[in-house]
């Protein structure tokens, strides 16, 4: 355990929400297991970021009708967080600040990210406001906070995963695991509210 790392928040600390989507939560097409649960530990995390005037940056997944990663165009995945539908939208209990900056992904028919780096400017609205630490939580462990973790590292920054408030699709049992065990391997911190609150 590294003495010098600090868990107490400082300027160019930012506050990443993931996914927060209908169709991710219970009675969406594709609900995570225990998806709901995270939504008022985020509420926590946001109004400690806001409080301390730290910027939030939300994530969405905002695919096309006839997006390539649907089953009918040969994808994995049922229809999910389809533009302009209810399942697309961010959980009513999400209490999103007026200024969250809002980042949408996998925008076109041919390409899936799982990484909201992927054809997104979040790198740029993050250097930007000056952000060197990012600390993520939502949704899903195993593909969207993972594979944004390891864009974020790669690109330099600090991350920090809110275990407290990530949840797992778990296509094969152990994903969620294996995923924060990945993160950690590859350089990013755990943290939940207690640690971050004290
Ligand atoms: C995701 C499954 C399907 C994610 C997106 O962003 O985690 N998972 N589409
Ligand atoms: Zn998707």
């Known amino acids: 355990m590294n003495t010098l790392e600090r868990y107490d928040l400082q300027p160019g600390d930012a506050l990443l929400v993931t996914d927060i989507q209908n169709d991710f939560l219970s009675g969406g097409s594709l609900a995570v297991p225990g998806g709901d649960e995270v939504v008022p530990v985020l509420n926590r995390y946001i109004d400690i970021f806001v409080t301390r005037n730290l910027p939030v940056f939300v994530t969405r997944d905002w695919h096309p009708e006839h997006h390539c990663s649907f089953r009918a165009q040969g994808g994995p995945w049922p229809p999910h967080c389809i533009v302009g539908t209810h399942g697309a939208e961010f959980a009513a209990a999400l209490r999103l600040p007026p200024s969250a900056v809002i980042i949408s992904k996998a925008t076109t028919p041919e390409h899936d990210a799982y990484s909201s780096f992927l054809r997104t400017d979040l790198d740029r609205q993050l250097r930007d406001a000056g952000i060197r630490r990012i600390f993520i939580g939502g949704l899903t462990t195993d593909y969207c ?19 407290d408030a990530i949840r797992a699709v778990d296509v094969q049992p152990g994903d969620g695991q294996r995923a924060v065990e990945e993160m950690i391997a590859l350089g990013a911190k755990c943290i939940s509210l207690q640690k971050l609150a004290a």
């Open 145 to 163: 906070v993972l594979n944004t973790t390891r864009d974020a590292l790669q690109l330099g920054y600090q991350v920090f995963v809110l275990v």
